[in-house]
């Protein structure tokens, strides 16, 4: 019989997992990382040099199975990485019947938050906030929606990943005018992001408090392994009109007891979707009423990685192909230090025209690294619009205050204009 030792990822292969894999390889059997690829993706084949590619029709069941059935038996574990990525991770489950991998459908709960609030209602509805679903901004709608769900509240599209469209409503002038928006920009979005459900808009009681987030393993009997919860300040609460996460930071400063209680309704939330062997990312807000869950996601948590291996020495790759290995995460707790990121995003839309503080950012004693994602001209648009951070900035430091500082002159030296 081959030796399995093929862990298969699913149209994104980051440089931090190959790193992780090379790190597990030097002390344990290999590791062959291939990545799936879908025909769309194909130009992308072409840029990749590092690693073995499988390029095939996600569209088509019969070309999946034709692609895979020289790995046949060799498929040691099967991942994904990115919120967009599951959609066509979901299409691949079934022709790989004997590996450990989440529900076809649970992938799907999860990728709609209607279906995810809805079952999070039936499971538990104190973990969740007021909801109602509309299709339109039409007069029905609108009376649906203020019977329904108090101001504030807040608008997103089922199907779509992030903050994108994600709105605002204090008064009913908002809100006509923010469904109008949604309806009208909503099928093109559907459409470019190959989304192929029906479009429809969820509005939400507003939750108020502090938002934290927290990325877990759930293994194939649904126990789950918590990883260190992460503060997330939104770039609302530094007067932008957009719910991007402005900056994310651990260890956090909450009892232990509270924590205890924000993991329950996180296991909670886990098991209302049905997940199973999987990594996943739960997104929570502390209320003045307990936790409340905002959404989650079956996968690894945006810069998790790079934090909790800065701040706990966690291999959060490493756990996510582990647990599809059947397999327990390795979670050192001991703490190294404090991490933050920030993602810079301009103050008003249009072109690049001028970005400062890059280079002094750089000297600041807690500085890691600086993703620069903008060049002068290039157009910058909010998160809720689709657009992209201009820069993202991670720093470490042991001492908190020390952390604190640096944030702060970072906030003061980044110049972005447009």
Same mark, same amino acid.
Not at 93 to 105: A, C, D, H, K
Not at 253 to 273: C, M, N, T, W, Y
Not at 290 to 302: N, V, Y
Not at 407 to 414: K, S, T
């Given at each position: 019989?081959? %030796? %399995?030792?093929?862990?298969?990822?699913?149209?994104?292969?980051?440089?931090? &997992?190959?790193?992780?894999?090379?790190?597990?390889?030097?002390?344990?059997?290999?590791?062959?990382?291939?990545? +799936?690829?879908?025909?769309?993706?194909? *130009? /992308?084949?072409?840029?990749?040099?590092?690693? $073995?590619?499988?390029?095939?029709?996600?569209?088509?069941?019969? !070309?999946?199975?034709?692609?895979?059935?020289?790995?046949?038996?060799?498929?040691?574990?099967?991942?994904?990485?990115?919120?967009?990525?599951?959609?066509?991770?979901? @299409?691949?489950?079934?022709?790989?019947?004997?590996?450990?991998?989440?529900?076809?459908?649970?992938?799907?709960?999860?990728?709609?938050?209607?279906?995810? @609030?809805?079952?999070?209602?039936?499971?538990?509805?104190?973990?969740?906030?007021?909801?109602?679903?509309?299709?339109?901004?039409? $007069?029905?709608?609108?009376?649906?929606?203020?019977?329904?769900?108090? =101001?504030? +509240?807040?608008?997103?599209?089922?199907?779509?990943?992030?903050?994108?469209?994600?709105?605002?409503?204090?008064?009913?002038?908002?809100?006509?005018?923010?469904?109008?928006?949604?309806?009208?920009?909503?099928?093109?979005?559907? /459409?470019?992001?190959?989304?192929?459900?029906?479009? @429809?808009?969820?509005?939400?009681?507003?939750?108020?408090?502090?938002?934290?987030?927290?990325?877990?393993?759930?293994?194939?009997?649904?126990?789950?392994? #918590?990883?260190?919860?992460?503060?997330?300040?939104?770039?609302?609460?530094?007067? =932008?009109?957009? #719910?991007?996460?402005?900056?994310?930071?651990?260890?956090?400063?909450?009892?232990?007891?509270?924590?205890?209680?924000?993991?329950?309704?996180?296991?909670?939330?886990?098991?209302?979707?049905? +997940?199973?062997?999987?990594?996943?990312?739960? $997104?929570?807000?502390?209320?003045?009423?307990?936790?409340?869950?905002?959404?989650?996601?079956?996968?690894?948590?945006?810069? /998790?990685?790079?934090?909790?291996?800065?701040?706990?020495?966690?291999?959060?790759?490493?756990?996510?192909?582990?647990?599809?290995?059947? /397999?327990?995460?390795?979670?050192?707790?001991?703490?190294?230090? #404090?991490?933050?990121?920030?993602?810079? =995003? *301009?103050?008003?839309?249009? &072109?690049?025209?001028? +970005?400062?503080?890059?280079?002094?950012?750089? !000297?600041?004693?807690?500085?890691?690294?600086? *993703?620069?994602?903008?060049?002068?001209?290039?157009?910058?648009? #909010?998160?809720?619009?689709?657009?992209?951070?201009?820069?993202?900035?991670?720093? =470490?430091?042991?001492?908190?205050?020390?952390?604190?500082?640096?944030?702060?002159?970072? $906030?003061?030296?980044?110049?972005?204009?447009?």
């Amino acid at each position: 019989m081959k %030796k %399995k030792n093929i862990v298969l990822f699913v149209n994104s292969l980051a440089e931090s &997992a190959l790193e992780s894999i090379r790190k597990y390889n030097a002390r344990h059997s290999q590791i062959k990382p291939v990545l +799936l690829l879908d025909l769309k993706h194909k *130009a /992308r084949a072409e840029k990749i040099t590092k690693h $073995e590619t499988i390029v095939c029709d996600f569209g088509n069941p019969l !070309k999946i199975m034709e692609a895979l059935l020289p790995y046949r038996d060799k498929l040691l574990a099967i991942t994904c990485h990115g919120e967009h990525n599951l959609r066509f991770f979901s @299409r691949i489950i079934p022709e790989v019947p004997y590996l450990r991998t989440p529900t076809e459908q649970s992938l799907l709960w999860a990728t709609n938050k209607v279906a995810m @609030r809805q079952r999070l209602r039936i499971f538990n509805p104190s973990i969740t906030p007021k909801f109602t679903i509309v299709n339109d901004a039409s $007069e029905k709608s609108i009376e649906k929606i203020k019977n329904k769900i108090k =101001f504030p +509240l807040v608008l997103k599209p089922a199907g779509l990943a992030a903050s994108l469209l994600v709105s605002v409503c204090y008064h009913e002038e908002d809100l006509l005018r923010n469904l109008r928006v949604i309806s009208r920009r909503i099928n093109k979005i559907y /459409r470019e992001s190959n989304n192929q459900e029906k479009p @429809r808009i969820l509005a939400e009681q507003m939750m108020e408090g502090e938002m934290y987030s927290v990325d877990a393993y759930a293994n194939s009997k649904g126990r789950v392994y #918590f990883c260190p919860f992460v503060y997330v300040k939104t770039g609302r609460t530094i007067g =932008f009109d957009d #719910f991007f996460g402005y900056m994310r930071i651990t260890p956090v400063k909450i009892s232990r007891d509270e924590q205890e209680l924000g993991f329950k309704v996180a296991e909670e939330s886990i098991h209302a979707l049905g +997940l199973r062997t999987t990594a996943v990312h739960i $997104e929570l807000m502390h209320t003045q009423t307990g936790w409340k869950i905002i959404e989650l996601s079956p996968r690894i948590g945006g810069f /998790r990685h790079e934090m909790y291996k800065l701040s706990y020495g966690i291999d959060h790759n490493l756990n996510d192909i582990l647990i599809h290995m059947g /397999r327990r995460p390795v979670l050192p707790r001991k703490i190294k230090g #404090f991490t933050a990121v920030l993602q810079f =995003f *301009a103050r008003k839309e249009g &072109a690049l025209k001028e +970005l400062r503080g890059i280079v002094k950012i750089k !000297k600041l004693a807690s500085f890691v690294g600086i *993703a620069v994602n903008k060049k002068i001209g290039d157009r910058c648009k #909010f998160a809720k619009n689709g657009g992209k951070s201009v820069c993202n900035l991670t720093l =470490f430091n042991p001492d908190r205050s020390e952390l604190l500082a640096d944030i702060r002159r970072a $906030e003061q030296l980044i110049l972005i204009k447009t």
